[in-house]
């Protein structure tokens, strides 16, 4: 009853912000009196998944400062891990229906296997079967002090994350001949290109760019094109504009002409390299933010995805993007205070400068970083 | 003060079996194909042939032309420029227009396909003179040519839903990792790295990362890296001298936006050679496009066509003249006083290409 009431209460348009440095950034489809499946007592339940390398550190990160800063969130942590021989996937079926009930997740990325014999990727599948077919990456400057190739970069990329060169669809008609299909529909394009497109145009961005290989790819390419150029049109009159850029080009552009990216729009791997060469823009993976949005569902993990089993259990990995994106969680189950006091503790924290990692030029630990946070929470 | 500038490419042929095949005029001059190619094509290709003269190469040219007509469907390019290229064996092309119209595939996959061209060389090389963020830049990237997700292969199994087929075989995999590793051996780079994405892609990326490592097997001298699609990416562009010592290999679609990323770290498409080897033959080409909009002004920057030139005359085992007209085209960027438009000076295409002539006898 009091439920209802609040949500006639609520103003229509609500700005949910899903940036945390400066800019503030809106989720599309991001509603807080429907976001989170479990809250008792005002206690939201979210689903962790801390994951591989340096998953469990950034997790703990996260942790630490959300019990300092007095979140009201109950974790419901599974320990998975890709580094395992078996193909039994029971675990990350448990972790999805805890996803299900839950209706919001934060994770780490679990490792994939290379060889045939392995298992499928385990975050491709919490991706695809919980259809949160939005990839959020954000790709900014932050007020650090660490040396960069180029300055005020501002630009999103929205990559669809159930289809595509990730389908999974290979087989072997004869030996030593493989075929690996890339699947695109128009479905599927229509609603990542609507996603793109909206997200504009709550953030008040002007243009969106599709990133394809249309001469080549003629008809899966040339469907992704031609499906998104069709919903530019409908944002025309908005204000927004549409163009297209072969990929090959946009990988060169975005090294040496950063600055004319607004929001991307491509299908899943032209999302994966880009989201790399725009995250070593800025300073490196550690300090991405990223969010996976569906209809249902929302898996919020770090937005440049990375294992980090090189830096695992070094205490050096950078939290920044796990808390960011954890920032980005709250804002959409609707703790926009918890988020504000936390996200305005990291931009202290990175805009002092003494207490950085070592990704991008410090020496101090994860655990340092946290503290550090925790120190300026208000 | 010129400082000496060290090679850009030494490309030494590990296949060192296409260039003294080929053709001979009777003074013993290698035949070359030359494909001008479209928009500012012909007037770099001419700034080609100044530059040469002016060094004495002991090349002649021979001009064709492959603007492709449709025989049965398919793109075709004229019988004489086909025999041509496969009785010199090597050839020299500018940019390539592909045609507008029912049917037609790009010329640079028909050429690709006409001449069995299976490795693409991208070798990329900051330039001094041409600052760009990102310094000291030395990568090789071997891109397999025929295959992956270029093959064409693609259909609509339902109104809406379209599938494209990336196609791995083992021949095309063996062949292109062999070169790679011959190539590696042949510049002194000690290591391999096979760049994959076979985590989502068992199969694919699988027989060609397994590929690589059967080859491997052969040289003992190199090491093979294995490296995934995105760690790459990250780290190229983060720090780009990790990758001075190694030669990547890779299929179709990542070498392709990973040799364009790699033009972006030094200054673009105007400055980066490129060489498509064969079997049958190899051409060597600029990767840039057609710049319709300064065609026949005399604007253009040879570049790209003279350093690719440069690989082509490695290729042929003619070291010497390479060193000398490279050594003399990044002398007259580093000096800085006749660049063209796009390197931000505000000489013509003849300017660069007499301060060329001019730095080959200083």
Not at chain 2, 35 to 49: A, Q, T
Not at chain 2, 174 to 198: L, M, Q
Not at chain 2, 229 to 239: A, E, I, M, R
Not at chain 2, 320 to 333: F, P
Request: with cysteine.
């Amino acid at each position: 009853m009091q439920r209802h009431a609040a949500r006639l209460a609520q103003p229509l348009q609500s700005y949910r912000s899903f940036g945390t440095v400066g800019t503030k950034t809106s989720l599309v489809q991001s509603d807080p009196l429907t976001a989170s499946g479990t809250v008792y007592g005002g206690i939201h339940t979210v689903t962790l998944i801390p994951g591989d390398g340096v998953g469990l550190e950034m997790a703990t990160s996260v942790k630490t400062i959300f019990r300092a800063a007095g979140v009201p969130i109950e974790w419901e942590q599974f320990d998975l891990t890709g580094y395992t021989d078996s193909k039994d996937d029971t675990l990350v079926r448990q972790a999805m229906d805890s996803i299900r009930k839950n209706k919001v997740a934060l994770k780490g990325l679990l490792y994939t296997p290379t060889n045939r014999l392995g298992h499928v990727s385990w975050n491709g599948m919490v991706r695809k079967e919980l259809d949160v077919y939005a990839s959020t990456t954000l790709i900014q400057n932050l007020p650090g002090s660490w040396p960069v190739r180029h300055k005020n970069v501002n630009f999103a990329i929205i990559r669809e994350n159930t289809e595509g060169e990730y389908s999974g669809k290979e087989h072997e008609p004869v030996p030593g001949i493989v075929e690996s299909l890339k699947v695109s529909t128009h479905a599927k394009t229509e609603r990542i290109a609507k996603y793109a497109f909206d997200f504009a145009l709550k953030n008040k961005r002007n243009k969106v760019t599709i990133i394809h290989k249309a001469n080549i790819m003629k008809l899966g390419d040339g469907l992704f094109l031609r499906t998104c150029r069709e919903v530019g049109k409908r944002y025309e009159s908005f204000g927004i504009k549409t163009e297209d850029m072969i990929v090959d080009n946009a990988s060169m552009q975005l090294v040496s002409k950063p600055h004319q990216f607004d929001v991307i729009v491509c299908g899943n791997l032209y999302g994966n390299i880009l989201s790399n060469v725009g995250a070593a823009l800025v300073g490196g993976p550690g300090i991405i933010p990223g969010a996976n949005i569906g209809r249902d569902f929302a898996v919020f993990e770090p937005g440049c995805r990375h294992v980090g089993k090189d830096i695992m259990g070094t205490n050096m990995a950078n939290p920044t993007g796990m808390i960011l994106s954890s920032v980005h969680l709250l804002r959409h189950i609707g703790l926009s205070d918890h988020a504000d006091r936390i996200s305005k503790a990291v931009t202290k924290v990175i805009k002092k400068g003494n207490v950085l990692t070592p990704d991008v030029g410090g020496t101090n630990t994860t655990t340092d970083f946290t503290l550090a946070v925790i120190g300026e929470l208000d | 003060m010129l400082r000496s500038i060290k090679p850009l490419v030494a490309m030494k042929p590990a296949f060192a079996r296409t260039f003294s095949d080929g053709a001979f005029t009777s003074d013993g001059k290698h035949i070359v194909t030359m494909i001008p190619g479209d928009g500012i094509g012909p007037e770099i290709s001419h700034s080609v042939k100044r530059i040469f003269a002016a060094n004495n190469v002991p090349i002649e040219w021979e001009d064709v032309d492959v603007t492709p007509f449709l025989k049965n469907g398919v793109t075709t390019i004229p019988d004489e420029a086909r025999d041509s290229v496969n009785k010199n064996k090597v050839a020299l092309k500018g940019p390539l227009a592909t045609p507008i119209g029912k049917g037609h595939v790009s010329m640079n996959l028909t050429l690709r396909r006409t001449f069995d061209l299976y490795a693409n060389v991208r070798p990329c090389k900051s330039i001094v003179g041409y600052k760009t963020p990102f310094d000291n830049v030395d990568t090789v990237l071997i891109r397999e040519n025929t295959e992956g997700e270029y093959s064409g292969i693609e259909h609509e199994v339902v109104p809406g839903v379209v599938q494209s087929i990336k196609l791995i075989t083992e021949d095309a995999c063996r062949r292109v990792n062999e070169y790679a590793f011959n190539y590696a051996r042949s510049i002194g780079r000690p290591t391999v790295t096979v760049v994959h994405k076979a985590n989502i892609q068992k199969l694919s990326d699988g027989l060609f990362v397994s590929i690589a490592r059967e080859i491997a097997k052969d040289y003992p001298d190199i090491k093979l890296n294995e490296a995934l699609l995105d760690s790459v990416c990250l780290h190229v562009v983060q720090n780009p001298t990790d990758y001075s010592n190694t030669v990547m290999v890779m299929p179709n679609l990542y070498g392709d936006i990973l040799s364009d990323l790699g033009a972006g770290l030094i200054g673009g498409l105007g400055l980066t050679p490129s060489g498509n080897i064969g079997r049958k033959a190899s051409i060597f080409e600029a990767v840039h496009g057609t710049a319709p909009d300064i065609a026949g002004k005399d604007l253009s920057n040879p570049t790209a066509l003279l350093l690719s030139s440069v690989m082509m005359l490695r290729h042929m085992k003619l070291d010497q003249h390479a060193t000398e007209i490279e050594t003399a085209v990044l002398n007259t960027i580093a000096q800085g006083e006749a660049l063209t438009g796009d390197l931000g000076g505000k000489s013509t295409n003849t300017q660069f290409t007499d301060a060329v002539i001019k730095n080959l006898s200083a």
